[in-house]
């Protein structure tokens, strides 16, 4: 089951607090990556083929492909902090970041023990960005932004010795085409882009510009590209007077139907109703 995930703040970034059932739900994953920290009690971390017992000070990992559920003990439920943010946060700064979530499942160990030094420094860290995320103090977007490439850095060092040169070699070239694919996306998403538009200009079969696509973001091209352009739209909505006909169009729709349809199915609402709601005062 694909989980729906909303960011709450100017940048693609949430932390929260999280305790699950005491019984397995169904697994899910998500288009974001995702790093949990546990507080207190007890249960099991389920992956699609792995299973780990969970106690106070544990740390997971979780790419964006990858089924998953938390699960508490009966008697003693567990508390975790959960940090998701979009990999585009790691792909601008340095592709490499992306390398210790560019997994097989079967062969990765999401668990990183409670204890640990390693486990301490990434758990502080979770704990830095949940605070700073919830007070919104002056700057908070600047420092959480911060502290989670740190995190990434910290996770890169980790993992790098768990692969031979060999295999650290190919991945880095795969995030380097797809930080190549992402950058050509954003940079041409407010023109009619079509799917065969990234496939030649990076020199590759649309099968697989789809599917290392889907891979990397957990969407389809269209849907990614929608919500870029949501994204776009709702910018412009707070922060000029443009008619909605014009904010649709140069926000990269096609059509004003189109937009419209998009627009309500993601946001929820009509973007006069956006409008309406958020105005300029906002982001001000």
């Known amino acids: ?22 019984y397995l739900q169904p697994l899910h994953f998500h ?8 507080l207190e009690g007890k249960g099991q971390f389920v992956f699609e083929n792995k299973q780990y017992k969970v106690s106070k000070g544990d740390v997971f990992i979780v790419n964006n492909t990858e089924l998953h559920i938390a699960q508490s003990a009966q008697h003693d439920p567990s508390r975790y902090i959960f940090v998701n943010f979009d990999p585009s946060l790691f792909l601008e700064e340095d592709e490499r970041l992306l ?5 097989r499942s079967e062969r990765f160990e999401n668990h990183i023990a409670a204890g640990t030094s390693l486990a301490q420094k990434i758990g502080s860290l979770i704990q830095q960005i949940y605070e700073e995320l919830n007070a919104k103090a002056e700057g908070y977007i600047t420092i959480s932004r911060c502290k989670l490439l740190e995190l990434g850095v ?16 190919k991945m880095s070239k795969s995030q380097r085409e797809i930080k190549e694919m992402m950058i050509f996306v954003k940079e041409r998403f407010l023109e009619p882009l079509q799917l065969t538009d990234v496939a030649a200009h990076l020199g590759w079969s649309s099968a697989r510009t789809s599917r290392l696509f889907k891979e990397h973001t957990g969407s389809s091209f269209l849907n990614y590209i ?3 352009r949501i994204s776009e739209a709702r910018k412009q909505l707070v ?3 443009d008619s909605i006909a ?7 729709f096609q059509s004003l139907a189109s937009f419209y349809r998009a627009f ?15 105005g300029v005062k906002q982001l001000f």
């Open 246 to 252: 014009n904010i649709s169009f140069s926000s990269g």
């Open 264 to 278: 309500n199915s993601v946001v929820g609402m009509s973007p006069q109703e956006y409008r309406k709601q958020f």
């Open 99 to 103: 390398l210790p979530f560019a997994y």
């Open 239 to 241: 922060t000029n007077l």
């Open 226 to 228: 929608t919500q870029l």
């Open 154 to 169: 910290t996770l890169l060092r980790h993992y790098r010795t768990a692969f031979s040169n060999e295999q650290w070699l």
């Open 1 to 22: 089951m694909k989980q729906k995930i909303e960011y709450d703040n100017l940048i693609p970034i949430n932390a929260y607090l999280w305790c699950p059932k005491p």
């Open 31 to 38: 288009s974001s990556l995702e790093m949990g920290y546990c």
